[in-house]
């Protein structure tokens, strides 16, 4: 059994995603985006077509300070809102060609990075590391779903 007092683990956890995530910003100021409007940008790019509030979804974001990011990135060419044909109340995010060349950037400084941050790791312990957290995943999302179980006998 691991020995669930020491907390290490999630200080390490946290520790890897921030440096992670400012190298990444360091390398990517030339793309003149914050880091809310490239993650929109990649999840646009992985969903398009998706909403407003689908895309608040995925980013962990409220809707206002989603909708002025899609705002920002409409304003510069980067994401284009098309209606939607069953809802004329909702609207779809599109990437234009703009947004694909600097998410196509985005790639190649986050493959940079990713082999820059593994050097050392072996493939058989990085292969390991991934099936231990899709585990962890998976578990914490079942927590989601027993707790929204319950919620709803609740109510």
Known sequence: MIKTTDNTFAYLLHDVTRLMRKHFDRRATRLELTRAQWRALKVIGRHEGLSQTELADYLDMEPIPV?????????????????????????????????????DEMEVIGAALREEALRGVAPADFEALLRVLTRLKDNLVALDDEAAHEQREAS
């Open 67 to 103: 909708g002025r990011v899609v705002d920002r990135l409409e304003k510069t060419g980067f994401v284009e809102r098309r209606a939607d044909p069953a809802d004329r109340r909702r609207w779809r995010l599109h990437l234009t060609a703009k947004a694909l060349a600097i998410v």
